[in-house]
């Protein structure tokens, strides 16, 4: 089974400054992807960024970077120079390569972030 | 370049009524999964569809079906509804050689009453 975890209900961040979302997971799958998704109050799941298991460097979308610690199962996202609008819902999901044969995406409770002026 | 498109946008519906709900995917992708929403929660697997065939299924009861058409639309279908069943339903489809892919819609909220 696969778990994804979001200790964070919510987060405060200065407009400008860097902010760190947490998520660890847990996947008894060899070969998996990681993914995080913006979701702002219209309901729409915006793709921000990916990172496979395999991949030797922490995968970067512009202002947003994953930092992936594959041995302690974590892959926090990082927005660097908040704006108002990334105040939103964010999602941490995965999809294991065995585990649900790819198809699903498994999701975490979320991180509400308000970015403050 | 039309994204992932669902409709309706909102529906409220009474206990024990069945619901359909329609999802139009991005162009270029032949693969629709649909996942639930409930309130303050992150979206669940319901099930995918490829090539018109339901290829996984999550944990979710026989009162909920689908059906992908040859254009590689889809529906989600929800049989005698409860009220547990209120929830923002997202379509999500990607193409089949791209597993990291996925592209969401919208969703439809659904309230049952």
């Known amino acids: 089974a696969q778990k994804i975890t979001q200790t964070q209900p919510g987060m405060f961040v200065q407009e400008k400054e860097a902010v760190t979302l947490d998520c660890t997971y847990d996947t008894s799958d060899p070969s998996y992807g990681l993914f995080w998704y913006k979701q702002p109050s219209s309901g729409e799941m915006i793709f921000l960024i990916y990172q496979g298991s395999y991949d030797q460097q922490n995968a970067t979308e512009g202002r947003y970077s994953l930092n992936f610690q594959k041995a302690r199962k974590s892959a926090n996202l990082v927005i660097s120079a908040s704006q108002l609008g990334d105040s939103a819902m964010y999602f941490c999901a995965m999809r294991g390569r065995l585990t649900g044969g790819g198809n699903k995406l498994t999701f975490g409770t979320g991180t509400q972030l308000k970015v403050e002026l | 370049d039309a994204g992932v498109t669902q409709s309706p946008t909102h529906l409220i519906k009474t206990r024990g009524q069945q619901v359909t709900l329609r999802c139009s995917p991005k162009?270029?992708?032949?693969?629709v999964s649909w996942y639930q929403q409930a309130l303050g929660q992150g979206p669940q697997f319901i099930f995918q569809?490829?090539?018109?065939?339901?290829?996984q299924r999550g944990n979710f009861p026989d009162r909920f079906s689908g059906h992908q058409f040859p254009n590689y639309s889809s529906e989600l279908n929800v049989n005698a509804l409860l009220l547990g069943d209120s929830a923002l339903y997202l379509c999500a489809s990607r193409t089949a050689g791209r597993s990291w892919g996925y592209t969401f819609g919208s969703g439809t909220r659904l309230t049952v009453v």
């Open positions: 569809y490829y090539e018109e065939e339901e290829r």
């Open positions: 162009s270029g992708h032949d693969t």
